[in-house]
């Protein structure tokens, strides 16, 4: 009984401790990174099978970094998108680290327009 409360204590622990190193616009993060993997994903699955060169150098279990890194090689993906996208990512993540709720907000804004969206 007593290392059940020992766990659910520590559960509760790491839980509170995770939610306060959430900024401001985590749940808009999340969001769209569920976006741009969904993308990712059906590009690869309605896509051409990949080539041998494509798939060079990348994990055998698919990551969203991996899928991107093949759709751009394949060319079904601009390198130009892939870099405005991470680089937007990129400044939303440090304006949200540092509690920037409006460059974060800017830049998730971003990724959506270049995302079509």
Same mark, same amino acid.
């Given at each position: 009984?007593?290392?059940? +409360?020992?766990?659910?204590?520590? *559960?509760?622990l *790491?839980? +509170?401790i ?6 401001? &616009?985590?749940? $808009? ?7 741009? $993997?969904?993308m ?19 994990s055998? =279990?698919?990551?969203p970094? +991996?899928?991107?890194t093949?759709?751009e090689?394949? @060319?079904?993906i +601009?390198?130009q ?11 939303a993540?440090? *304006?949200d @680290?540092? @509690?920037d709720?409006?460059? &974060?907000? =800017?830049?998730? *804004?971003?990724v959506?327009?270049?995302? @079509?969206?």
């Open positions: 009984m007593r290392m059940r +409360s020992i766990v659910a204590s520590i *559960a509760v *790491a839980a +509170s995770s939610a306060s190193y959430a900024g401001p &616009c985590w749940d $808009d993060l999340s969001a769209v990174q569920a976006k741009i $993997d969904a990712l994903e059906a590009k690869a699955a309605t896509g051409p099978p990949a080539t041998a060169e494509a798939m060079a150098g990348t055998p =279990q698919p990551t970094r +991996s899928l991107e093949v759709e090689r394949m @060319g079904e +601009s390198t998108t892939v870099n405005a996208i991470r680089q937007a990512m990129a400044r993540r440090a *304006a @680290g540092t @509690g709720k409006a460059a &974060c907000e =800017q830049a998730l *804004a971003e959506r327009r270049t995302l @079509g969206q």
